[in-house]
């Protein structure tokens, strides 16, 4: 999975295995599971990796340069390094799965 620009894809779908199977990288790298409280946020930052994240559960509006995007569950964002983004999640909070890509 090479991460060339910044994109969300909208209802991707899948169950908590099959996302996890989808987005374990084939060669180096890793997955995790996060969850955001309600209305947590993540001010503007980058990562040295391409990572995507994939929404589980409620809800986030995440930022990438200027743009917001509410994205929900199913939705499958794919962010290049060095990319800057922030999020701050929905009134129910967000649990999403972060693939890291080395």
């Not at 994939?54 to 990319?83: M, N, W």
Request: some cysteine.
């Amino acid at each position: 999975m090479d991460v060339k620009k910044a994109s969300i894809k909208k209802g991707v779908g899948g169950k908590f295995e099959e996302v996890i199977k989808e987005l374990l990288p084939a060669y180096t790298g890793y997955v995790e599971v996060q969850h955001d409280i309600a209305f947590q946020t993540h001010p503007s930052h980058t990562h040295p990796t391409d990572e995507i994240l994939h929404i589980l559960e409620g809800s986030i509006y995440f930022t990438v340069e200027r743009d917001t995007v509410l994205c929900q569950a199913g939705d499958r964002i794919h962010l290049p390094k060095q990319t800057v983004h922030s999020s701050k999640a929905g009134p129910d909070g967000c649990t999403y799965v972060i693939s890291i890509l080395k």
